[in-house]
C-alpha cells in the first residue's frame, strides 16, 4: 500500500505535474477573482465547484470504511509480530488522542471565527443531530447498516467497520475474499482520488472565488488568523510533545533529532505526503539517528498510515472555528464524540495530497455541522494546512521510531 502511494508521487513528478504549485496558483487566482468578478461569474463557477465537491464527497465512505476495516487487520497483523507493534500503537493512539483534544480546547479559548460570517451554498446537507453522549452510544450500532451508508450516518459507519475488522481477525482465513474485495475496494477509491488530484487546482480556483464572492475578505482574514494559531500550534506541539518524548523517554538529544529528521520534515512539507516521504525517513532513522532495521521497517509504515496527529489537530481545529461562525453550540457530550471519531478518522486517512479533506467531510455532520456549508472554505486553506500537518506527522512517527529504541532496548545491527 505504502509502495502504491510513493508510485503515484512519483508519477505526478515524472509527468511534470506540480500539484501543490497548482493549488497555489488556483488559490491566488481564486482570491483575486472572487474580489472583482461579476454574479454570472459566480454562478458558472458555482456549478464547477460544485461538481467538484461532489466528486470528492463520492467516495468519503468506501474510503473511510475500508481503510478502517484494512487498517484493524494490519494492526491485528502487526501486534502479533511483537512488542514493537503493540507499543507503536499505544504511541500512536496516544498521542493523536491528545493533538484531537489540543485542537478542540484550544481555538475556544481563543474565540477563533467569533466574527467570521460562512454564506451557505444553495445545496443544503442535513447535520446529524446529537442530543447526548448517552444517546449517542446508544445509536452507535447500526440496526441497519446499508442504511447507515444511505442516510450518511458517519458514526454508524465507523462502528460498523470497526466490528467488520475485527470479526476478520477473528474468522482469519475464512475472511480472506472479503479482506481482499476491501483491499480492491480501497485501491479505487484511492486511484479515484488520485485523479481527481489532477484537476483540484480548477476546484479549489472556483471554490475560492465562489467562497471570497459571498463571504468578502473580512471571513478570509479570520481565516488567516486561524491558519496562523493553527501553525503556531501545531509546531510548538512537535517541539514540546514530540522533543519532550525524545529527550525523556528516547533518551536523545532534542536538537540534535531536529537536525537529524530535518530532510524528512521539509520533504514531507513539500510534498504534502508521509508516505511518498518514508524512503527519507527510514535514512534520517537508521543513518542518522541509529534506529534499527526491526523498529523502523514497522513504525515508519504504520506511522504513515495510523499516525496522524497534526491532521487530527487541524480537523478539531476547523470544526470548532466553523462552529463557532456558524453559531453552532459544540457541548461536551458532542466534543467528546468529535475526539473519539476525530481518532478514527485521522486513522484512516490515507498519507498522501489532499487526504484530510475526505475526514474532514466526514466529520462535519458528527459535529452537527452542514457539510455544504463551509467545505468550499475548508478545500480553498487545506494545502496551506496539509503542508504543516503532514511534516508534524513524520516528526511524530520518527520520535515514536526514537522512543522505542530506546524503551526496547534496541540497538543498531553493526
Not at 461569474?41 to 476495516?69: C, D, E, G, R
Not at 477509491?189 to 472556483?206: C, D, H
Not at 475526514?359 to 494546512?385: D, E, H, K, M, R
Request: one cysteine or more; charged letters at 10%.
Amino acid at each position: 500500500m505504502v509502495k502504491y502511494f510513493t508510485l503515484l508521487e512519483e508519477s505526478y513528478e515524472k509527468k511534470g505535474y506540480n500539484i501543490t504549485l497548482g493549488i497555489f496558483i488556483g488559490l491566488i487566482a481564486g482570491v483575486i477573482v472572487g474580489i472583482i468578478m461579476p454574479e454570472w461569474a459566480n454562478t458558472a463557477l458555482s456549478v464547477v465547484a460544485s461538481i467538484y465537491m461532489s466528486a470528492l464527497k463520492m467516495m468519503i465512505f468506501p474510503l473511510v470504511f475500508t481503510s478502517l476495516v484494512m487498517g484493524i487487520i494490519g494492526i491485528g497483523d502487526i501486534a502479533k509480530t511483537g512488542k514493537v507493534g503493540l507499543h507503536a500503537l499505544l504511541w500512536y493512539t496516544g498521542t493523536t488522542a491528545l493533538a484531537s483534544g489540543l485542537g478542540l480546547v484550544l481555538p475556544r479559548m481563543l474565540h477563533l471565527g467569533k466574527n467570521a460570517h460562512i454564506v451557505a451554498t444553495k445545496t443544503q446537507v442535513e447535520a446529524v443531530t446529537f442530543n447526548g453522549l448517552l444517546d449517542t452510544l446508544q445509536n452507535i450500532i447500526p440496526s441497519n447498516p446499508v442504511e447507515a451508508f444511505a442516510t450518511g450516518n458517519m458514526l454508524q459507519v465507523l462502528a460498523f467497520a470497526v466490528i467488520i475488522g475485527l470479526a476478520c481477525l477473528a474468522i482469519q482465513e475464512k475472511a480472506d475474499p472479503f479482506i481482499n474485495l476491501c483491499d480492491s475496494i480501497y485501491q479505487i477509491s484511492i486511484f479515484i482520488i488520485s485523479k481527481i488530484m489532477y484537476v483540484t487546482p480548477f476546484g479549489v480556483f472556483a471554490c475560492i472565488a465562489t467562497v471570497m464572492y459571498s463571504n468578502g475578505v473580512d471571513t478570509m482574514l479570520q481565516l488567516g488568523q486561524v491558519l496562523l494559531a493553527l501553525y503556531i500550534t501545531f509546531y510548538l506541539y512537535a517541539f514540546i510533545i514530540y522533543g519532550g518524548m525524545v529527550k525523556f523517554f528516547g533518551k536523545y538529544n532534542p536538537i540534535q533529532f531536529f537536525k537529524d529528521i530535518a530532510p524528512a520534515g521539509l520533504n514531507a512539507f513539500g510534498t504534502c505526503s508521509s508516505s511518498a516521504t518514508i524512503p527519507i525517513s527510514l535514512r534520517c532513522a537508521t543513518e542518522k539517528i541509529g534506529i534499527p532495521e526491526e523498529i523502523t521497517s514497522l513504525t515508519l509504515p504504520l506511522g504513515a498510515t495510523i499516525n496522524m496527529d497534526a491532521v487530527s489537530i487541524l480537523m478539531s481545529f476547523m470544526i470548532t472555528f466553523f462552529a463557532t461562525a456558524l453559531g453552532i453550540d459544540l457541548s461536551i457530550g458532542t466534543m467528546v464524540t468529535v475526539l473519539a471519531c476525530n481518532v478514527l478518522l485521522s486513522i484512516g486517512t490515507p498519507g498522501v495530497p489532499g487526504g484530510a479533506i475526505a475526514a474532514f467531510a466526514a466529520l462535519c455532520p458528527i459535529a452537527g455541522i452542514p457539510t455544504n456549508q463551509i467545505l468550499g472554505v475548508y478545500i480553498s486553506v487545506n494545502t496551506l494546512c496539509d503542508m504543516g500537518a503532514t511534516c508534524v506527522n513524520v516528526i511524530g512517527d520518527l520520535a515514536c521510531s526514537t522512543v522505542l529504541k530506546q524503551t526496547l532496548h534496541f540497538d543498531k545491527k553493526k
